[in-house]
Structures are given as structure tokens and as C-alpha cells.
């Protein structure tokens, strides 16, 4: 079978994650591949067995990250929610689909991150919009000259 031969997908995962122990910083991209005759099919292992522990953790964060302040903005009534909604579903479909197959080079991940930041910096920009103006501070020369 697929999964449970030899060199199956779940001896991939196996191979993959005892590679990724033996070799902090990674083997490189696409070489697990190259030796193996075909990808270990999970995002997570492949990021920590081909860019290492740094690279891991920075994709880890990256998707965190933009999962909790997407969802933070996801249903406040803005002009660009239906983008964001359809961005972010999408974004959330393909992070839960990268359990079973590589994703780092699908182009449209990068797309729908692009998109999900793009609202999250509108509201940004929206929120700081609507901060009412404060006056500079200006030191109040009597206090000082008091002294």
C-alpha cells in the first residue's frame, strides 16, 4: 500500500523525522525527494527536515501568527471582509491539508498569506484612523522654571 509500504508515507514520516534529528539545520529543499524517490507529503516534517529547527519554527509562527490576527479582525463589518473571510478559509483549508502533502511550494499559499496580512494591515490603518488625534505634549515651561 501507499501508506504502509516499505518506503510507504508512514516510513517516510519516520525516515523524515529521524533525519531532521540527526541534522539540525536541515538537509535542504527537495532532497529528501531526491533520495527517496518521493516527498515525506507533510508540511510540518518536511519544514523541520529540510529547513531545520530555525526554518520550523519561523513557518510555525508564520501560520500561528497570521491564524490568530486574521480570526482576531475575521467579522468586524469592513469593506474587505468578504476578501479576508474567503482569504482566510481558504489559508486555513491548505495549512489542515499540509498535514497530508507539501505546501511550501504552492504558489497560492503565499497568495492567500499575502491577502490575509492585507486586511489585518487595513484594520490596522482603519483603527488608527478612527484614534481621535492627540496634542504633542509640550513641557510646561512654568514647572520647570519653578525650580
Known amino acids: 500500500s501507499y501508506d504502509t509500504a516499505r518506503l510507504g508515507r508512514f516510513a ?8 531532521a534529528m540527526e541534522h ?15 516527498d515525506t507529503h ?6 523541520l527536515m529540510d529547513y531545520g529547527w530555525l526554518g ?6 508564520l501560520v500561528i501568527w497570521t491564524i ?8 468586524r463589518d469592513r469593506p474587505w471582509q ?16 499540509g498535514t497530508f502533502i507539501d505546501i511550501d511550494h504552492w504558489r497560492h499559499v503565499y497568495l492567500l498569506l499575502g491577502l490575509v496580512w492585507g486586511a ?9 484612523q478612527l484614534r481621535p488625534a492627540m496634542p504633542k505634549a509640550s ?7 519653578a525650580r
Do not use: K
Not at 12 to 19: L, N, P, V, W
Not at 83 to 92: D, K, Q, R, T
Not at 139 to 145: C, K, Y
Open 12 to 19: 517516510r514520516y519516520a525516515i523524515g523525522f529521524q533525519m
Open 24 to 38: 539540525p539545520f536541515g538537509i535542504g529543499p527537495l532532497v529528501f525527494g531526491t533520495i527517496f524517490g518521493e
Open 42 to 47: 507533510d508540511i510540518w516534517l518536511m519544514m
Open 56 to 61: 520550523f519554527v519561523s513557518f510555525l509562527t
Open 68 to 75: 490568530c490576527a486574521g480570526f482576531r479582525i475575521l467579522l
Open 82 to 97: 468578504p476578501y479576508l473571510l474567503c482569504a482566510y478559509v481558504a489559508f486555513i483549508g491548505n495549512v489542515g491539508l
Open 120 to 128: 489585518i494591515a487595513l484594520e490596522h490603518r482603519h483603527q488608527r
Open 139 to 145: 513641557p510646561d515651561r512654568g514647572a520647570l522654571s
